[in-house]
């Protein structure tokens, strides 16, 4: 007889493993299931083994990433749909800090390795909106100037999220980003008016 695989108990055991190497704790079996009724043999059922584990996490950030991401509408501003997909991943990293932690540890592989290129591929299309509504030059090249939105979140979330910075300084990145695309040729006004109506990041304590 096939037992079937409880998703609560995949779920709890990617999320402590999260914690474990977010804060860079030795993880181990023991160490993983302590505490919470589970098996050590789980870790074989749900995720072949140690290392299985660690994919399902990494994964598990993107994914995470992507559902957020998918929820951004497109609307009539393409600009501020940039901008809102730019507010949407600090969100991410502000609810799942250990998660965001572990998805860019190159040393732990993907089970999708276009999970990575996918999320980027939202702002990418939005770019190419933003270019196609004359709202950025011609010359602007689409991956170019996601990649530096990105940049600009990432930053922001290592400083905010996993670093040194307090929660308000999020706020900073209304301007970061209205100065990089009014230099990606975008009207000054309008650019502004973009980024306050997208430019709203979830982020506790703020």
């Known amino acids: 007889m096939v037992r079937r695989r409880d998703p609560a108990v995949r779920a709890l055991l990617v999320e402590r493993a999260a914690v474990m190497l977010g804060q860079r704790e030795s993880i181990t079996l023991r160490a993983l299931v302590d505490g919470t009724g589970v098996s050590t043999m789980a870790v074989y059922t749900y995720f072949g083994g140690m290392d299985g584990?660690?994919?399902?996490v990494r994964q598990e950030g993107f994914t995470r990433l992507e559902a957020l991401l998918q929820e951004v509408p497109v609307t009539r501003d393409p600009v501020k749909d940039l901008v809102a997909l730019s507010a949407a991943y600090v969100t991410n990293a502000a609810h799942n800090p250990d998660l965001y932690r572990v998805m860019f540890e190159d040393g732990i592989a993907l089970e999708d390795p276009a999970a990575a290129d996918?999320?980027?591929?939202?702002?990418?299309?939005?770019v190419a909106r933003s270019r196609?509504?004359?709202?950025?030059?011609d010359d602007v090249d689409p991956l170019d100037?996601?990649?530096?939105?990105w940049m600009v979140g990432?930053?922001?979330v290592s400083l905010v999220v996993t670093?040194?910075?307090p929660p308000q300084a999020i706020h900073h990145g209304a301007a970061m980003l209205t100065s990089l695309l009014t230099g990606a040729g975008d009207a000054a006004d309008t650019c502004k008016r973009s980024v306050r109506l997208?430019?709203?990041?979830?982020?506790?304590?703020?």
Not at 118 to 126: G, I, P, S, Y
Not at 132 to 137: E, F, K, S
Not at 145 to 149: I, S, V
């Open 163 to 165: 670093g040194p910075l």
């Open 198 to 206: 997208g430019w709203k990041p979830n982020i506790p304590g703020i």
């Open 53 to 56: 584990l660690r994919m399902a």
């Open 145 to 149: 100037l996601a990649t530096q939105c």
């Open 132 to 137: 196609q509504h004359g709202r950025v030059r």
């Open 118 to 126: 996918n999320t980027l591929e939202h702002l990418v299309q939005a």
């Open 154 to 156: 990432h930053g922001l």
